[in-house]
T-cell receptor
Framework: DSGVTQTPKHLITATGQRVTLRCSPR?????VYWYQQSLDQGLQFLIQ???????AKGNILERFSAQQFPDLHSELNLSSLELGDSALYFC????????????FGDGTRLSIL | GQSLEQPSEVTAVEGAIVQINCTYQ??????LSWYQQHDGGAPTFLSY????GLEETGRFSSFLSRSDSYGYLLLQELQMKDSASYFC????????????FGRGTSLIVHP
């Protein structure tokens, strides 16, 4: 158990809809990262938050947004969903120090019909 | 930009030793990490190399040569449960110190 909690585990929705994915980081970790993993693909970095502030942005679409709340949990919002958004979405947390490992949640599997 | 290359698939038999290579191109290299991911599961951290040389953690070891932009993960005494995908990830100033992951190597362990 990594200590990172993601909900929901599975999400099935239709094109054009909007969903929210939630992540609670490991106790003591200030940094949260969001990744997208499509079939047979590596982990594509989306965005990082540190102690409530956006710290780094990756290949995140304009239709996607995220935030980190004062209690350090984070939400990833995906809107105007397209078939190609079907993927595993992982949240990871760390202390924020560069040489510290990331601890991943079990992911949310998003299926767009 | 950054790029990483690792083999897409490696096969081995139980009890054997296998090496998964990773070459990278980046600016401002900081460190190389390895993660294991079982099918559909969460990636889990295995090792980190910030300096040249070998890091050993039980049956797993990881090596880094910064001058060659190269690293590898060595798995010894392979077990069936080691069948998984293995990702190398590079951290660099060019990437805002966010780990950039390779596409992963699928390790298949046969009995």
């Amino acid at each position: 158990d990594s200590g990172v909690t993601q909900t929901p585990k599975h999400l099935i929705t239709a094109t054009g809809q909007r969903v929210t994915l939630r992540c609670s980081p490991r106790s003591g970790d200030l940094s949260v990262y969001w990744y997208q993993q499509s079939l047979d693909q590596g982990l594509q970095f989306l965005i990082q938050y540190y102690n409530g502030e956006e710290r780094a942005k990756g290949n995140i679409l304009e239709r996607f947004s995220a935030q980190q709340f004062p209690d350090l949990h984070s939400e990833l919002n995906l809107s105007s969903l397209e078939l190609g958004d079907s993927a595993l979405y992982f949240c990871a947390s760390s202390t924020g120090d560069t040489n510290q490992p990331q601890h991943f949640g079990d992911g949310t599997r998003l299926s767009i019909l | 930009g950054q790029s990483l290359e690792q083999p897409s698939e490696v096969t081995a038999v139980e009890g054997a030793i296998v090496q998964i290579n990773c070459t990278y191109q980046t600016s401002g290299f900081y460190g190389l990490s390895w993660y294991q991911q079982h099918d559909g599961g969460a990636p889990t951290f295995l090792s980190y190399n910030g300096l040249d040389g070998l890091e050993e953690t039980g049956r797993f070891s990881s090596f880094l040569s910064r001058s060659d932009s190269y690293g590898y993960l060595l798995l010894q005494e392979l077990q069936m449960k080691d069948s998984a995908s293995y990702f190398c990830a590079v951290t660099s100033s060019g990437g805002s110190y966010i780990p950039t992951f390779g596409r992963g190597t699928s390790l298949i362990v046969h009995p």
